[in-house]
């Protein structure tokens, strides 16, 4: 009995230090945190965010998922943005990522940018969260002050992106719960994250099955998305289609309006609203676009907390592209 005791006291003690070094990581994270070293950081890459959304509106949304595609793999340490090398095969070319994911070009160019200006100091972790609010805001939605000290991490794992930490866009209402749960964020998060969709465009070959074989989808919906996607697999597949038909490039509450008539694009966006526990989130966020946005931002900002390199972990990469 005695042994039993002190082994529940040692596991006890060793999540509270897990815990407590999970805590000191977020707590390291704050909004001033390069007001010193790199004072002229924010308007920085606002500037080359602007320029790049005047060319092409679409790359807003692509910027966004860049930031959630690589808190979601081992933590928001710019893991995403890592070319192959000879010791590990990054995550660029894993599935949810493959001819998918976009936007590095554009980091590229900020991160040149600002080594200019302050080289060695700016992480490449820190540009991507830092481009995501300002994504948001340049399409129209709130902005929020971006909790900085994030380190770079020195590798990537393609297994691990590949092994279903990403939702896939056929994803179930619990199979969404779960992944986001299992990073530290409700479903309310969840909901206003998917929120993203607002904006963006998806491939035929993510929303296929759901405009050919679902029954809770609007009739009219179903058939104009099906001019641009034929059934056959392998049929147009790259060929793009907006997330929100409404409003395609406002950052606002219209996604949800649309779940509420059956008119989601993929089937892991109309699962929020299917008779599930989630009913109801989507539709106060229909409803009110304020809410939307309070629950956006502070979900954007518990994203960005996720396993944060800081302190003397990882590195400030000189190239978003390969460890030092």
Not at 160 to 175: F, R
Request: hydrophobic content about 40%; aromatic content about 8%; charged content about 20%.
């Amino acid at each position: 009995m005695e042994c039993y005791e002190q082994s529940q006291r040692a596991a006890f003690v060793v999540l509270l230090l897990i815990v407590m070094l999970g805590s000191q990581a977020q707590a390291q994270l704050r909004t001033d945190f390069y007001s010193d070293s790199c004072p002229s950081l924010l308007p920085t890459v606002r500037r080359v965010v602007e320029r790049e959304v005047a060319k092409e509106r679409r790359i807003a949304a692509s910027l966004l998922r860049l930031f959630f595609h690589d808190c979601f793999v081992n933590g928001c340490d710019a893991s995403i943005l890592l070319d192959d090398t000879r010791s590990f095969l990054g995550e660029k070319t894993a599935g949810p990522n493959n001819n998918s994911v976009r936007g590095y070009e554009v980091i590229d160019a900020i991160k040149s940018r600002v080594e200019r200006l302050c080289p060695g100091v700016v992480s490449c972790a820190d540009i991507l969260a830092i481009t995501a609010r300002d994504s948001v805001l340049l399409m129209g939605g709130r902005g929020w002050s971006v909790k900085l000290g994030r380190r770079d991490s020195i590798t990537a794992s393609f297994s691990t992106a590949n092994s279903g930490v990403l939702p896939p866009p056929t994803s179930t209402l619990d199979n969404l719960i779960n992944l986001f749960r299992a990073n530290g964020l409700s479903p309310r998060d969840m909901v206003a994250l998917s929120g993203a969709h607002t904006i963006g465009q998806a491939r035929c070959v993510t929303f296929r099955s759901r405009i050919y074989n679902s029954t809770n989808i609007d009739l009219s919906f179903a058939l104009s998305r099906r001019r641009s996607c034929p059934a056959a697999t392998g049929s147009g597949d790259n060929n793009a289609a907006i997330l929100d038909l409404r409003t395609p490039e406002k950052f606002d509450g219209s996604y949800f309006m649309q779940l509420v008539n059956h008119r989601g694009l993929l089937t892991s966006d109309q699962v929020l609203f299917n008779g599930g526990s989630t009913d109801s989130i989507v539709v106060s966020y229909s409803r009110s676009v304020q809410a939307f946005y309070r629950d956006f931002v502070a979900a954007m900002i518990k994203m960005g907390d996720i396993s944060p390199l800081t302190g003397s972990n990882g590195q400030i990469r000189r190239s978003c592209r390969r460890p030092n």
